[in-house]
Nanobody, 117 residues
Framework: QVQLVESGGGLVQPGGSLRLSCAAS????????MGWYRQAPGKQRELVAS???????TYADSVKGRFTISRDNTKNTAYLQMNSLKYEDTAVYYC???????????WGQGTQVTVSS
């Protein structure tokens, strides 16, 4: 069965950086578009960044220029490099397969990112 396991979250000060990882198993990782989503307390889940199977990327306006999504198909892993973190980046971050701009599959546990001084 398909498993997506997020890791790399933590507590960071404003302006700091984190790198999230999403390890995939039970699927042909390289053929899927992948996305990083986040959900802050009291808010709806939102798409932060996505990467196609061919490596094309898109970003939410709120993270453009600060976050970078990438993938390593040899390791079945997607990444989200987050720089210049802000308080409003605090959320649980999830990775998902993406189809027709929509997430599909089961949500994992995610990884908590907390930006605080």
């Amino acid at each position: 069965q398909v498993q997506l396991v997020e890791s790399g979250g933590g507590l960071v000060q404003p302006g700091g950086s984190l790198r999230l990882s999403c390890a995939a198993s039970g699927m042909f990782f390289s053929i899927y578009n992948m996305g990083w989503y986040r959900q802050a307390p009291g808010k709806q889940r939102e798409l932060v960044a996505s990467i196609t199977s061919g490596g094309s990327t898109t970003y939410a306006d709120s993270v453009k220029g600060r976050f970078t999504i990438s993938r390593d198909n040899t390791k079945n892993t997607a990444y989200l490099q987050m720089n210049s973190l802000k308080y409003e980046d605090t959320a649980v971050y999830y990775c998902m397969r993406v189809r027709a701009s929509q997430p599909f599959g089961s949500w994992g546990q995610g990884t908590q990112v907390t930006v605080s001084s």
